[in-house]
């Protein structure tokens, strides 16, 4: 069973960096073709997809938010992290920790999103 | 920044049969790419509904249905019961290796 869990600060001020780190359980990121990925959701707005990121280490980043995001691991500790660098109120929002379900439908490679974390409001204020 | 389009709200009396539209383009689900659903209830984070288009992951009720036909998706809730009461996002994949979001549909029970 795979579990993950959000943490880090619930209040942020303009202008400052948000890190927050997920720690799951039940897959490695050691294994190939695992990922973890991040989502974001305003309240009251819609989900938006942030990025991901892969055993091999590679990334895929929103293109709206490429200029500002980084997503790191610490494969050791089973934990991913997002960084979100000069953040704004329109940053404010749940974000949600996610396991990509990766697979080919024999011409493609995609993903759906299971399980979710519990997810983390942060809130970007003065 | 939805790249997939969804009616803001669809509602129908307990027992009715509702479908939710989801537009995408010829970079994603018209590319080929399947959709997958996700009902996210009152406070509650998403969970999949349908994944790959038209599959239902264990535990979720016949009555959940999806298709896909060129550049569009259908999410089909039969027997409408109340507690289906709850927000629906569809989901897909695009040629430039990202995922997307649909821009929400809030289901009513009348």
């Known amino acids: 069973q795979i579990t993950l869990e959000e943490s880090g600060p619930t209040l942020v001020k303009p202008t400052q960096t948000l890190t927050l780190t997920c720690t799951f359980s039940?897959?490695?990121?050691?294994?190939?073709?695992?990922?973890v990925g991040w989502i974001r959701q305003p309240p009251g707005k819609a989900l938006e997809w942030l990025g991901i990121i892969y055993w091999n280490d590679d990334k895929r980043y929103s293109p709206s938010l490429k200029s500002r995001l980084t997503i790191s691991k610490d494969t050791s500790k089973n934990q991913v992290f997002l960084t979100l660098t000069n953040v704004e109120p329109v940053d404010t929002a749940t974000y949600y920790c996610?396991?990509?379900?990766?697979?080919?439908?024999?011409?493609?490679?995609?993903?759906?999103?299971?399980?979710w974390g519990q997810g983390t409001l942060v809130t970007v204020s003065s | 920044q939805s790249v997939l389009t969804q009616p803001p709200s669809v509602s129908g009396a307990p027992g009715q049969r509702v479908t939710i539209s989801c537009t995408g383009s010829?970079?994603?689900?018209?590319?080929?790419?399947?959709v997958h659903w996700y009902q996210q209830l009152p406070g509650t984070a998403p969970k999949v509904l349908i994944y790959a288009t038209n599959k239902r992951p264990s535990g979720v009720p016949e009555r959940f249905s999806g298709s896909k036909s060129g550049t569009s998706a259908s999410l089909a809730i039969a027997g409408l019961q109340a507690d289906d009461e709850a927000d629906y996002y569809c989901q897909s994949y695009d040629i430039s290796m990202t995922a997307s979001f649909g821009t929400g549909t809030r289901v009513t029970v009348l």
């Open positions: 996610v396991h990509p379900n990766v697979y080919s439908n024999g011409s493609q490679w995609a993903y759906w999103f299971d399980p």
């Open positions: 010829s970079s994603n689900i018209g590319a080929g790419y399947d």
């Open positions: 039940g897959v490695s990121l050691n294994t190939p073709g695992v990922g």
